[in-house]
């Protein structure tokens, strides 16, 4: 019987490295450079261009800005693509090999916290958890893992804290600050940890409190650090009249989310995270609540043993996490239907969740009155997540898309050519959207056709032109300014 349940945790690991490869390999090179991704990629150029550390300003009057609030992705994805692109390599792949590092981090750091949750099968799961969660889907995804975006690699630090966490709490803390550096909703994950350092105090009652207070001010240091840094070069670059208006539209931006979209509800907000497992709703709930099952169940009947306690520790902290990040999406109303928003939150502690649930599945089928229990539920688990995960990638990479990478750099190049032949500096992009990438490819900065800066600058547009056509690359076309 050992020997098939090994034979079968081998076989199953085989087949989710698979999906995992299969998925990675179409971010990387298959699935279109989207506008987002174009947009941050701007900086890292700008960098090697000797322009510091400073976006196209697309969305900021379309005018070159340093420490571009609306650059959502920071430093800690941008600056190591710049090192990347530094090599020569095309910058496109080069760009997204980043994030693609930090998802094999985030794999990594989680098969480390599942085994210490649970064992093998637990690590199993959690590293098949993000596999099942899909955000391809909407207006603003994640397509995949090797998206220049900052979700990915905000979630990837956020679970090696954890997994650092209980011997050196000041790396866990820099690695937070690094997390918000890569997205600044990593601050959310904040509460998670203030949860898992009042677990690793001693004592009780007020004794406990000092204990806590004590073991969380290093590791407050090292998470404000990183931002520190980022903001003393700010000030350096701006000048100090510069530095104030910077902070009022980062202020601005954290607050408002850079949306202006219709309100939305909380109920809508949670049937959409549910939509995104790649099952039915009812089926998504149903696992859900099955998982909360198995973990309260499993810390219920090993209560007051080590293996409770050990599990408590994870526990704990990513339900607070999780708790966080999608509460405080789902009821910022002016935030819009995008389960990126949460995402760094669902990478980072739901599969601790799963793990923990698979734990719980061990635990009370070593209990003779709740054998059935245990197996109907870990029936549950394996279906779910694996049919999650499996239709996930099967629709990912065999659905219908209507551009590829290969389309776009088809696309770019005689646009390209033109830009190069004309000393172009500028294009336009008409409107925010498709457009945005193909000028980024084309190697000019990428600003917006209504802004005031664009007036004389020729535009690149996916529809037909309303002025001469300067080139025609018949997917996208270059216009005379109006």
């Not at 995270?273 to 009812?282: D, I, Y």
């Not at 902290?317 to 966080?324: E, Q």
């Not at 109907?376 to 279906?383: E, F, K, P, Q, Y």
């Not at 600003?447 to 032109?465: K, N």
Request: with cysteine; proline share 5%.
């Amino acid at each position: 019987m050992k020997a098939v349940r090994s034979a079968l945790f081998w076989v199953l690991a085989a087949a989710l490295l698979v999906g995992h490869l299969v998925l990675a390999w179409n971010s990387l090179v298959v699935w279109r450079f989207w506008e987002d991704e174009a947009f941050n990629l701007t900086v890292p150029l700008n960098l090697l261009a000797g322009l510091g550390y400073t976006s196209d300003g697309t969305l900021s009057g379309s005018t070159l800005t340093p420490f571009d609030p609306r650059i959502s992705t920071g430093p800690s994805v941008l600056l190591p693509v710049a090192a990347v692109l530094a090599t020569g390599i095309d910058p496109v792949i080069g760009a997204r090999l980043i994030p693609l590092a930090y998802w094999v981090l985030l794999l990594a750091g989680l098969f480390v916290l599942g085994r210490r949750i649970g064992g093998r099968w637990a690590a199993l799961v959690a590293v098949a958890v993000p596999l099942a969660f899909s955000t391809g889907v909407g207006v603003s995804p994640i397509q995949g893992p090797a998206d220049l975006l900052g979700e990915i690699p905000a979630a990837a630090l956020v679970v090696w804290a954890l997994v650092v966490l209980p011997r050196r709490a000041w790396l866990a803390g820099l690695l937070v600050g690094l997390a918000v550096q890569a997205k600044l909703i990593a601050l959310l994950a904040l509460p998670a940890f203030a949860v898992a350092l009042w677990l690793l105090a001693s004592g009780s009652g007020w004794a406990r409190i000092v204990d806590t207070l004590k073991r969380s001010w290093v590791p407050l240091l090292f998470v404000a650090l990183p931002t520190f840094l980022v903001e003393v070069f700010a000030l350096i670059s701006l000048g100090f009249d510069g530095f104030i208006e910077h902070l009022r539209a980062l202020w601005w931006f954290v607050r408002s989310g850079g949306q202006g979209s219709a309100p939305t509800t909380v109920v809508q907000k949670l049937t959409t995270l549910s939509e995104s497992w790649s099952l039915p709703v009812w089926a998504a709930v149903v696992l859900a609540v099955v998982s909360v099952g198995l973990i309260a169940g499993g810390l219920w009947v090993a209560r007051g043993s080590a293996a409770s306690s050990r599990v408590a520790l994870y526990v704990w902290p990513a339900f607070v996490g999780a708790l966080a990040f999608v509460g405080w999406w789902a009821t910022a109303s002016h935030l819009p239907l995008w389960v990126r928003h949460p995402a760094p939150g669902v990478f980072a502690f739901f599969p601790l969740l799963a793990a923990a649930a698979a734990w719980g599945v061990g635990a009370l089928f070593e209990r003779h009155g709740t054998r059935i229990v245990a197996v109907v539920g870990a029936s549950v688990l394996a279906v779910g997540i694996g049919a999650g995960a499996t239709m996930h990638v099967v629709v990912a990479t065999t659905g219908a898309r209507w551009e590829s990478l290969a389309m776009q750099r088809a696309a770019a190049e005689p646009l390209a050519a033109w830009v190069a032949e004309n000393d172009v500096d500028w294009l336009a992009a008409a409107p925010w959207g498709a457009a945005v990438s193909p000028v980024v490819l084309s190697g000019a900065h990428v600003g917006l056709w209504d802004a005031e800066s664009m007036r004389g600058v020729p535009r690149l547009t996916g529809a037909e032109c309303t002025t001469e056509v300067l080139v025609d690359a018949r997917r996208y076309r270059i216009c005379a300014a109006e």
